[in-house]
Structures are given as C-alpha cells and as structure tokens.
C-alpha cells in the first residue's frame, strides 16, 4: 500500500482546511487514519475510519470539529478541519492498517503504511 497525502497550509484561527489522501497498491481492508505531530510532542491519533463499513473514531480534541471520510471505490481518505486552532498546528500524516482490529486504531505503532506528512499552521 502507498499513500500519498496532499492538502495543508496556513490558515487562521477558526477556518478550515481539508487533507487528502490516496491509497494505491493492493485492495485495502482495516483501518486508515490521520495522526500529527507537534515539535517536541509525540505523535498522536486525530481520527481514524474503518474501511469496510466507514465506522469513524476522533480524538476528543478534535471531535465535533473534524471529519474522516473515505471513498473506497476511489481508495481516498479525507480530513475535514473545521474550527482550527493554534494548537492543531503540527504535522499531519495519514496512515493505513490494513491488519487493526477496534482497540489499536488509534495506536500509531500499529499502522505500518504511511504518507508523508502535511505542514498545517493555524496561525494569526
């Protein structure tokens, strides 16, 4: 599976920008998901999206702000982010499972297909 994300950029607080992420190689199962990475802080889980029945899963900082949405008959994942604050400044990657089961979707170390990552600054 290769993945390659597009999107991101510089946008104030309160806007919106959305992430784009295309899946190529063998037909996809599992999970996909987004994660970021802030300088100095650990990469953490954004959201995630079962591929098989669209089931989608957020992190409580970004939940009711965000949305994972996929189009399988296109293998494509996108990222919806509404309301942006400073502090979702980081470095945004998506990532594919194609092996997760419902409790790791959200642990990084389990994903072993990633896209590069995205710069995403909420700035003023």
């Known amino acids: 599976v290769q993945l390659q994300a597009s999107g991101g950029g510089l946008v104030q607080p309160g806007g919106s920008l959305s992430l784009h992420c295309a899946a190529s190689g063998r037909p996809f199962s599992g999970y996909m998901g987004w994660f970021r990475q802030a300088p100095g802080k650990e990469r953490e889980f954004v959201a995630a999206?079962?591929?098989?029945?669209?089931?989608?899963y957020y992190s409580d900082s970004v939940k009711g702000r965000f949305t994972i949405t996929r189009d399988s008959a296109k293998n494509t994942m996108d990222l919806r982010m509404n309301s942006l604050k400073p502090e979702d400044t980081a470095v945004y990657s998506c990532?594919?499972?194609?092996?997760?089961?419902?409790?790791?979707?959200?642990?990084?170390?389990?994903?072993?297909?990633w896209g590069q990552g995205t710069q995403v600054t909420v700035s003023s």
């Open positions: 990532a594919a499972c194609p092996t997760c089961i419902l409790s790791s979707h959200s642990n990084f170390r389990q994903y072993g297909y």
């Open positions: 999206i079962r591929w098989n029945g669209g089931h989608t």
